[in-house]
C-alpha cells in the first residue's frame, strides 16, 4: 500500500482554458470571414501578429485555418504564451484547436471534398510541426523562415528534422515557405524594438 503525506491543501486544476485576446474576438464576432486569395490569406494573418504585438497580448506570431478552395476561415490563432501561462499556447497549436471545436472533429482533413490549409506566420517550431502532422490539414503556408525567428529574436525552435517538408509532403501535406516574408520579419523586428520576451528552453536562453 502507498502511504501520502498530506502537508498542506492543494487545489489542482483540471481544466485548461485557451482563449484569444479582446481585440481578436471583436474582429471575429461578425460575419463569416471570406479569403479565396492566398496572398490576402497570409497579409491577413502576418497583420494578427502584428496587432498581437501592438496590442502585448502575446509573442509576435499569429496563425489561421482556412478552407482551401473557398478561403473561409475556420479558426485563428495568436501566440498566447505569456498571458495564459502555458508554453503550449502557440499560434499554431491555437488556430489548429479552434478550426477543430468550430467543425466539431479533431481531424480537419476527414471531408475530402473540403481539404483545410494553415497558414502561419513563421516556420512551425518544433512543437507545431508536431501539430500540423496531426491537425488533418493539407496545406501549410508560413511566411517568416525558422532562420528569422532565431536570428532576429533568438527564439530556439528546437532542432526541425532535416527534410520535415518532404516528410510533410510525403504526409499529403503540401508546403510553400517564406510567403511574404519581409513582412513577417518586420513584426519580429518590431518585437524586437518593444523587447517582448524570448521565452526558451533552460539551456537556450537565446
Known amino acids: 500500500m ?16 485557451l482563449n484569444l485576446p479582446e481585440w481578436l474576438n471583436m474582429m471575429l464576432s461578425g460575419k463569416a470571414l471570406l479569403l479565396p486569395d492566398p496572398e490576402t490569406r497570409m497579409r491577413w494573418v502576418i497583420e ?8 502585448a497580448s502575446g509573442g509576435p506570431f499569429a496563425a489561421a485555418v482556412f478552407e482551401r478552395e473557398t478561403g473561409r476561415l475556420l479558426g ?26 468550430k467543425m466539431k472533429t479533431y ?12 497558414v502561419t506566420s513563421s516556420q512551425p517550431c518544433l512543437m507545431c510541426l508536431g501539430a500540423v502532422l496531426w491537425s488533418g490539414v493539407t496545406r501549410l503556408a508560413y ?57 526558451n528552453s533552460r539551456r537556450s536562453r537565446g
Open 2 to 17: 502507498v502511504h501520502y503525506d498530506i502537508i498542506y491543501s492543494m487545489k489542482y486544476p483540471t481544466s485548461v482554458t
Open 76 to 101: 485563428a490563432g495568436v501566440n498566447r504564451v505569456e498571458p495564459l501561462n502555458l508554453s503550449p499556447a502557440h499560434a499554431e497549436v491555437m488556430a489548429i484547436a479552434f478550426a477543430q471545436q
Open 143 to 199: 511566411a517568416a523562415p525558422a532562420a528569422d525567428v532565431a536570428g532576429i529574436l533568438g527564439f530556439d525552435e528546437g532542432p526541425l528534422p532535416w527534410g520535415w517538408q518532404e516528410e510533410l509532403r510525403k504526409r499529403g501535406i503540401e508546403v510553400q515557405g517564406e510567403f511574404l516574408r519581409a513582412e513577417a520579419a518586420a513584426v519580429l523586428e518590431l518585437y524586437k524594438k518593444k523587447q517582448g520576451t524570448v521565452y
Open 48 to 55: 494578427l501578429s502584428r496587432l498581437n504585438v501592438e496590442n
Open 107 to 118: 481531424d480537419l482533413g476527414a471531408n475530402a471534398t473540403e481539404p483545410t490549409e494553415l
